[in-house]
């Protein structure tokens, strides 16, 4: 960051936009100072006296002011911005560690914006990105991985997701790497004192209790890297694409999934010719669900435009739904799709089962095998839809990892660090196994313990720490 971590820093805190109430949020050594230059309490008091997490009502001018007297009325008819209530929270029991001061309006975006400016024309400086977030993790108020949940937690679309991260931001992930952290930097003391003292006829560490912990750090290591591709889809999401023919139901199902009339519904084929999204909570994974333009050939070239971004759209989804029509026999466009299927990234859907039944397991069978069954469905009448949902549900997340035992990974950085951990304990296993040169066990088990200290930030960077906190939004 490019201000100085010594400056006071202020910021709008709320969501752009206008709302009955809007923050602005000062932090540093001067968050009190710099606040009484622009409010002053209805009480008379000076707000240095305003006792630590405590509020109270003030005016709030647009130029600097003595923090005590009467407001005279020419000084409030020209910088008078609005009536507010201010908090103070004095260091180190606050979200930064520093002193904070919040100040709460109402929420018009002119407000606001006169509100910072009064307060850097005090002295204080506009935040960036983050700001109030890294200075609690360089204050020791939150390690890394739970200053990332912070964002995660801002970010969470579904009630699941959001208790993953609020589990993260309690520290439950931290808990788990800093204890397979200490056990590493337990046994790389052992080694390197065996080393530091080699003519010594003193034993620091049996073999056979270094492989124990090296085989018990493996475990957990490879677990939590295990999580990490349904945590992914827990913090991110997942994008899950409609595909079939023209007319087998694919905007009749999308409407039904999302209970409303988002795309349109219409007899004719290829009424869809554009690609939609939307996000849907299902079974309380935040899904992102893409009704595509029916897959046949044509010769419009809208409509062709329209199957070229259904079949990109099938690349990249972490599941598609395979939609037939059970009314009518396979198509050589069904079979298409059918012979491109994968069982591991696709679920094959029958629709229209409230029509009589032309099209059999068997035909379908007979173009591609059907390892995980066939769901019959009506989006039209809604029958089947809670079968259906359970069902994305398995696919997406076949372990329930979020139910189990053991901290979920959510972090792309995160299961990175997780990957370089464990294979530096796996190498270090093979050393010892091997024989080999105890400086080479203990640079893998240095190269392990780094990793996971990564994470929770023991061990970091300044370009690190610009990356992550850039991605916060200002005033957070």
Do not use: Y
């Not at 609005?82 to 309006?105: I, K, N, W, Y």
């Not at 196994?433 to 990564?454: F, K, P, S």
């Not at 994470?455 to 906190?469: H, K, P, Q, S």
């Amino acid at each position: 960051m490019h201000g100085a971590l010594d400056d006071t820093i202020c910021a709008i805190a709320t969501p752009p936009g206008e709302g009955g109430i809007g923050v602005v949020r000062i932090s540093g050594l001067r968050a009190l100072d710099f606040a009484s230059h622009v409010a002053r309490l209805r009480s008379g008091k000076s707000l240095q006296d305003l006792r630590t997490h405590t509020m109270a009502l003030a005016d709030v001018c647009s130029q600097s002011m003595a923090p005590h007297g009467p407001l005279e009325s020419e000084s409030r008819t020209h910088s008078f911005i609005d009536e507010a209530l201010v908090v103070v929270m004095r260091r180190p029991h606050s979200f930064t560690g520093e002193d904070v001061v919040e100040v709460q309006c109402h929420g018009g975006p002119v407000i606001l914006d006169q509100l910072c400016r009064a307060l850097m024309s005090a002295g204080a400086r506009l935040a960036e990105p983050g700001e109030f977030t890294k200075r609690a993790f360089l204050n020791g108020r939150l390690d890394l991985a739970q200053a990332e949940a912070v964002l995660d937690t801002i970010r969470a679309k579904t009630a699941r997701s959001l208790r993953i991260a609020q589990s993260q931001r309690r520290g439950e992930l931290s808990h788990e790497v800093e204890g397979t952290r200490t056990a590493l930097v337990v046994a790389l003391a052992h080694i390197e004192a065996a080393l530091d003292f080699a003519e010594e006829d003193i034993e620091f560490v049996r073999q056979d209790e270094l492989m124990r912990v090296l085989d018990e750090t493996a475990i957990r290591l490879r677990r939590m890297v295990q999580s990490g591709q349904e945590g992914r889809i827990w913090r991110e999401g997942a994008a899950v694409a409609i595909l079939g023919r023209p007319n087998v139901g694919k905007s009749s199902l999308m409407n039904a999934l999302l209970r409303s009339d988002r795309a349109i519904v219409t007899p004719v084929p290829g009424t869809t010719r554009d690609m939609l999204e939307e996000v849907v909570s299902i079974e309380g994974i935040p899904v992102r669900l893409f009704d595509t333009a029916g897959i046949r050939a044509t010769d419009d070239e809208v409509e062709a435009e329209g199957i070229r971004r259904s079949q990109l759209a099938w690349e990249e989804a972490d599941l598609a739904l395979i939609l037939l029509d059970g009314s009518q026999p396979l198509s050589e466009s069904d079979r298409v799709l059918l012979a491109r299927q994968e069982a591991s990234i696709a679920l094959l859907v029958i629709n229209k089962c409230d029509l009589p039944r032309r099209l059999t397991k068997e035909e379908i069978e007979a173009v591609c095998p059907v390892n995980a069954g066939v769901l019959d469905i009506s989006a039209k009448m809604q029958i089947g839809l809670d079968h259906l949902r359970d069902a994305i549900r398995s696919r997406l997340t076949p372990s329930r990892l979020e139910s189990q035992e053991g901290v979920l990974v959510t972090n792309l950085r995160h299961a990175a660090a997780l990957e370089r951990a464990l294979q530096g304990v796996e190498q270090a296993r093979h050393s010892v196994e091997a024989g080999r040169a105890g400086e080479l066990v203990a640079m893998d088990l240095r190269i392990a313990a780094d990793a996971l200290g990564e994470i929770t930030g023991a061990i970091t960077t300044d370009e690190i720490l610009e990356r992550i906190f850039a991605e916060f939004c200002i005033g957070k």
